[in-house]
């Protein structure tokens, strides 16, 4: 699977868009090559009804940079995330990260260590998840309503479901189609290397269940018109 490749960067816990897990087989390949692995633990605390697939990094410490960030617990905007580094990459690591960005503010990187400690940060993300639940099932319900044809894909983690129609039209032309019903929406064929079917990325975070339900409706009529 990885021949002469030095280095892989994965989303083991969710992959976007799919929302794919990494399987036992996979990870097990893993462990076997003796690369190095870059593992953007990307949404891992963001899922539902199932229990946390376990980071890379905490089997395999000296051959996995581990990265996170607090966009999607706290905002993006803060800019906060950290990066685990094997001890034989930590300086050249340091030295890149100085020259790439001359460092992080420290104010607010203090503000999330007392979250942490305090345990406000545990009860976020307990709020996120019960708000994310309503809003993915709404979705879900949505779509199995007012989409009957579409295939819904990734609905154990993340911030966002992936959907896929057993048709010819373009995802591209219905994306654009419910942009001007003021429904944003990503065409799934923005991310695909290989032909796939047409298909729509759809974020639920940001909503409300009754918006979102009126979203997936004014997509439906933009299917029908295609
Ligand atoms: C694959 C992946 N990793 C990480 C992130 C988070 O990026 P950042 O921490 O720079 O906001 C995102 C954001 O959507 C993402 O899609």
């Given at each position: 699977m990885l021949g002469d490749t030095n280095a892989v960067m994965m989303t083991p816990a969710h992959q976007f868009p799919t929302g794919v897990i990494?399987?036992?087989?996979?990870?097990?390949?893993l462990m076997r090559w003796d690369g190095l692995i870059i593992e953007d633990d990307y949404d891992a605390e963001h899922r539902y009804g199932r229990a946390p697939v376990p980071a890379l990094r905490s089997m395999l410490a000296e051959r996995v940079c581990y990265a996170g960030s607090v966009s999607k617990l706290l905002a993006p905007a803060l800019r906060v995330g950290w990066l685990l580094v094997p001890t034989k990459y930590r300086d050249r690591a340091i030295a890149a990260k100085r020259i790439a960005d001359l460092g992080n503010a420290a104010l607010p990187q203090l503000v999330l260590a007392e979250l942490m400690t305090s345990g406000?940060?545990?009860?976020?993300l307990r709020?996120?998840?019960r708000r994310h639940v309503r809003r993915r099932d709404?979705?879900?319900k949505a779509v199995r309503e007012y989409l009957p044809g579409a295939t819904v894909h990734g609905v154990a983690a993340g911030l966002h479901l992936m959907i896929t129609f057993d048709a010819g039209f373009s995802d591209v032309d219905?994306?654009?189609a419910t942009l001007k019903q003021g429904v944003k929406v990503q065409p799934l064929s923005w991310h695909c290397q290989n032909p796939y079917p047409p298909g729509l990325?759809?974020?639920y975070?940001?909503?409300?269940?009754?918006?979102i339900a009126a979203g997936i409706e004014?997509?439906?009529r933009a299917v029908r018109r295609l």
């Open positions: 990494l399987d036992g087989d996979r990870r097990r390949q406000e940060l545990e009860r976020q709020f996120l998840r709404a979705m879900v219905l994306a654009a990325v759809l974020g975070a940001a909503n409300t269940p009754s918006d004014t997509i439906s």
